[in-house]
């Protein structure tokens, strides 16, 4: 009976993925990947001359099929190399024929997407003369799942799934700084929440600025080693911040001692190459809805605001070798800001842009770094929140979604890592208090009071 059962249910799945009714990540598991294998295999030949993939054969056979009397050879597809499932669609390596190159595949990308009836096709060069072609078969950006298992390393998290079924890691060694912006609703703080919970079980001290008050960053407080929620206090800890630096680089030049016999691998000039025991405990700074440390209404406000975005510029140019890495986050962040924003804005470069509701707004993460991911920012429908496009200063961009981590998970996360929160010395001040605020006093009733009734 049970055999009957599965059965059913095996062909009731099957037809459905036939007739395409729907086509979710377990559909394409257990019958997706094969058909679709099926499909790439019959039709790679034919799909290649029918986008314009193929070259003519060479002249010495050509030559030789004359000679003998045979038929005309057919023009040649690029080498099928390798073919590997994946979780989420297939991934093939190609093998280029002489006179084609990686740019003709990629103009072809959505042709082979259509023609391979699959929901998206990217490439991208591997070496010269092989060309990756990742496709996906259903809309991974849709209901985002992250992989069970996802390779990591020092100081690289990873934090959403690319629409190419890869994953998306922010790497702070390879990208120390980055700047996140979005309209309000876009889904930057779940990003930032996602960043925070996949931090919190590295060896990093967490510093947060979030002049919302707190609320976005004050219930992830038991993982963050200093925390300000308005300009004043973050204008103390930013101070605080460079004089951690000043500490660490007087550290690395001590523990340099160069002399005749030091190999040049061994002459440290960052923390990494520091050993083990000394090494400082590298800093992730956030600052949420930084265009509030920028804006000030008097005087003595401008002068505060000079000093921020003074010491952001700074941690942003000196801040790498000596493990302190930023991560800004805001709506708008171009030079209506005023003096410095554009300054600290070109040292940020990793570039993540949520919906924004103007190109200029685009323009200000991508306009410097990657022209056309500009129009891709823009495009980002309203009604999928957290749907980014990310790109860094090499001009390489994709569409990501980071996971719908709800505040109570990134809590939750925190809490159970929160034995690994450091002690910056020159922070302590700025710990956060895990203590419960005491209540605001209720300005508005809630209930309106009734009228007193008179005589
Ligand atoms: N990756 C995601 N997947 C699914 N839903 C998301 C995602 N990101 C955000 N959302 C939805 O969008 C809503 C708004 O997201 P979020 O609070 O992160 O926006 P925001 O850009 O920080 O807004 P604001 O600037 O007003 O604070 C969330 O409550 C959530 O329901």
Redesign the pocket.
């Given at each position: 009976m049970e055999w009957l059962t599965a059965a059913v249910v095996l062909l009731v799945v099957a037809v459905a993925g036939v007739l395409r009714w729907r086509r979710p990540a377990w559909y394409w598991l257990t019958f997706g990947v094969v058909l679709a294998a099926v499909r790439v295999l019959v039709r790679y030949t034919s799909v290649m001359e029918a986008c314009g993939l193929t070259v003519p054969p060479p002249r010495w056979r050509l030559a030789l099929a004359r000679l003998t009397g045979r038929p005309v050879p057919q023009a040649r597809a690029p080498r099928l190399l390798r073919m590997r499932p994946t979780r989420t669609g297939l991934v093939l390596r190609l093998g280029l024929r002489p006179g084609q190159d990686a740019f003709d595949v990629a103009a072809s990308c959505d042709r082979l997407r259509h023609s391979f009836t699959m929901q998206g096709v990217t490439s991208r060069e591997i070496r010269s003369g092989v060309v990756e072609l990742r496709m996906t078969g259903y809309d991974v950006l849709k209901?985002?799942q992250m992989p069970a298992v996802v390779e990591r390393f020092p100081m690289r998290v990873p934090v959403?799934l690319r629409e190419d079924g890869a994953v998306h890691f922010r790497d702070y060694r390879a990208c120390p700084h980055a700047l996140t912006i979005?309209?309000?609703?876009?889904?930057?703080?779940?990003?930032?929440?996602?960043l925070v919970a996949e931090l919190a079980a590295l060896p990093v001290a967490l510093v947060g600025i979030d002049c919302?008050q707190g609320v976005?960053l004050y219930p992830l407080a038991r993982r963050f080693s200093a925390l300000a929620d308005n300009p004043d206090t973050a204008d103390d800890l930013l101070g605080a911040l460079l004089t951690h630096m000043e500490g660490v680089y007087q550290l690395i030049r001590a523990e340099q001692r160069i002399t005749a016999d030091v190999l040049d691998a061994e002459i440290a000039a960052d923390i990494w190459d520091l050993p083990d025991h000394l090494r400082p405990t590298p800093v992730v700074v956030l600052v949420?809805?930084v265009a509030e440390l920028a804006l000030f209404s008097n005087k003595d406000e401008e002068k505060r605001r000079d000093r921020i975005i003074t010491a952001l510029v700074r941690l942003a140019q000196l801040g790498r070798a000596a493990g302190i890495y930023l991560e800004i986050?805001g709506?708008r962040f171009g030079s209506e800001l005023g003096k410095g924003i554009t300054m600290l804005r070109a040292q940020l470069t990793g570039r993540t842009a949520?919906r924004v509701n103007d190109e200029t707004s685009a323009n200000m993460a991508f306009g410097d770094i990657a022209p056309d991911a500009v129009l891709a920012a823009i495009q980002i429908p309203t009604d999928?929140?957290?749907?980014a496009v990310a790109g860094d200063a090499t001009g390489g961009w994709h569409r990501i979604?980071?996971?719908?981590?709800t505040l109570r998970q990134a809590v939750n996360a925190c809490n159970r890592h929160a034995h690994l929160t450091p002690v910056l010395p020159g922070l302590d001040a700025f710990r956060p208090s895990v203590a419960p605020p005491a209540r605001p006093p209720v300005v508005f009733p809630a209930q309106p009071v009734e009228a007193p009734t008179t005589a």
């Amino acid at each position: 009976m049970e055999w009957l059962t599965a059965a059913v249910v095996l062909l009731v799945v099957a037809v459905a993925g036939v007739l395409r009714w729907r086509r979710p990540a377990w559909y394409w598991l257990t019958f997706g990947v094969v058909l679709a294998a099926v499909r790439v295999l019959v039709r790679y030949t034919s799909v290649m001359e029918a986008c314009g993939l193929t070259v003519p054969p060479p002249r010495w056979r050509l030559a030789l099929a004359r000679l003998t009397g045979r038929p005309v050879p057919q023009a040649r597809a690029p080498r099928l190399l390798r073919m590997r499932p994946t979780r989420t669609g297939l991934v093939l390596r190609l093998g280029l024929r002489p006179g084609q190159d990686a740019f003709d595949v990629a103009a072809s990308c959505d042709r082979l997407r259509h023609s391979f009836t699959m929901q998206g096709v990217t490439s991208r060069e591997i070496r010269s003369g092989v060309v990756e072609l990742r496709m996906t078969g259903y809309d991974v950006l849709k209901r985002v799942q992250m992989p069970a298992v996802v390779e990591r390393f020092p100081m690289r998290v990873p934090v959403a799934l690319r629409e190419d079924g890869a994953v998306h890691f922010r790497d702070y060694r390879a990208c120390p700084h980055a700047l996140t912006i979005g309209a309000t609703k876009s889904g930057k703080s779940v990003y930032q929440r996602n960043l925070v919970a996949e931090l919190a079980a590295l060896p990093v001290a967490l510093v947060g600025i979030d002049c919302k008050q707190g609320v976005e960053l004050y219930p992830l407080a038991r993982r963050f080693s200093a925390l300000a929620d308005n300009p004043d206090t973050a204008d103390d800890l930013l101070g605080a911040l460079l004089t951690h630096m000043e500490g660490v680089y007087q550290l690395i030049r001590a523990e340099q001692r160069i002399t005749a016999d030091v190999l040049d691998a061994e002459i440290a000039a960052d923390i990494w190459d520091l050993p083990d025991h000394l090494r400082p405990t590298p800093v992730v700074v956030l600052v949420d809805e930084v265009a509030e440390l920028a804006l000030f209404s008097n005087k003595d406000e401008e002068k505060r605001r000079d000093r921020i975005i003074t010491a952001l510029v700074r941690l942003a140019q000196l801040g790498r070798a000596a493990g302190i890495y930023l991560e800004i986050c805001g709506q708008r962040f171009g030079s209506e800001l005023g003096k410095g924003i554009t300054m600290l804005r070109a040292q940020l470069t990793g570039r993540t842009a949520h919906r924004v509701n103007d190109e200029t707004s685009a323009n200000m993460a991508f306009g410097d770094i990657a022209p056309d991911a500009v129009l891709a920012a823009i495009q980002i429908p309203t009604d999928t929140p957290g749907i980014a496009v990310a790109g860094d200063a090499t001009g390489g961009w994709h569409r990501i979604r980071a996971p719908h981590t709800t505040l109570r998970q990134a809590v939750n996360a925190c809490n159970r890592h929160a034995h690994l929160t450091p002690v910056l010395p020159g922070l302590d001040a700025f710990r956060p208090s895990v203590a419960p605020p005491a209540r605001p006093p209720v300005v508005f009733p809630a209930q309106p009071v009734e009228a007193p009734t008179t005589a």
